[in-house]
C-alpha cells in the first residue's frame, strides 16, 4: 500500500494513541472528519492496522519478569520451522518471537511471574518442544525504553 503524507501522520497519531478521537485528528492533520475516518476504515479493511489495544505500564504490574531466550532448533528446514511457530503461539507467555539470522534460530521475549516461573516455563513448556537443541536466557534487569510505535519513512 501506498502511503502519502497524510497516511503517515495519521498512523503516527494513531500509533501514539489510537484513542485519539477524530476531531483531534482531522484537526492536526487540516481535512475534515469523513476523509480521516475514510483512511483509518481503509487502513483496517486492509489489514494494515491489525488491532487496537491498550498497552500496560509494566511498572504497575506486580511480579513481572522479563526474559529473551534465544532458541536453536537441531533441524532448521522448513517444517520443523513452521512446527516451531506453530507451537509458539500457543505458549502464553511468550509475548513476541522472532525468526533470526545469525547464530540461533529464534529470539523470544518471555514474560513470567518470577524466577521459579520462569524454571517451570522453560523447562516444561519451551524444552519440552520437539525439535530444541539450545536455549539461552538472558533476564532483563531494568527497563529504559519499550515502544509500539513503529517509524514511518
Request: aromatic share 8%.
Amino acid at each position: 500500500m501506498d502511503l502519502d503524507k497524510i497516511d503517515k501522520q495519521l498512523l503516527q497519531i494513531l500509533q501514539e494513541d489510537s484513542a485519539t478521537d477524530i476531531k483531534t485528528i482531522s484537526s492536526k492533520l487540516n481535512l475534515s472528519k469523513t476523509p480521516i475516518y475514510n483512511r483509518i476504515k481503509k487502513f483496517v479493511a486492509s489489514g494494515f492496522i491489525k488491532k487496537y489495544v491498550a498497552v500496560l505500564d509494566t511498572s504497575k504490574v506486580e511480579n513481572l519478569m522479563v526474559v529473551f531466550c534465544s532458541v536453536s532448533l537441531e533441524k532448521q528446514k522448513l517444517k520443523e520451522i513452521k512446527e516451531f511457530k506453530k507451537a509458539i503461539q500457543k505458549i502464553p507467555e511468550v509475548v513476541e518471537c522472532y525468526l533470526m539470522g545469525g547464530a540461533n534460530d529464534f529470539l523470544l521475549k518471555v514474560i513470567v511471574k518470577d524466577l521459579n516461573d520462569y524454571h517451570k516455563f522453560s523447562s516444561e513448556k519451551l524444552a519440552a518442544l520437539n525439535n530444541i537443541s539450545q536455549i539461552k536466557s538472558t533476564f532483563v534487569l531494568d527497563e529504559f525504553k519499550r515502544s509500539t510505535v513503529i517509524p514511518i519513512y
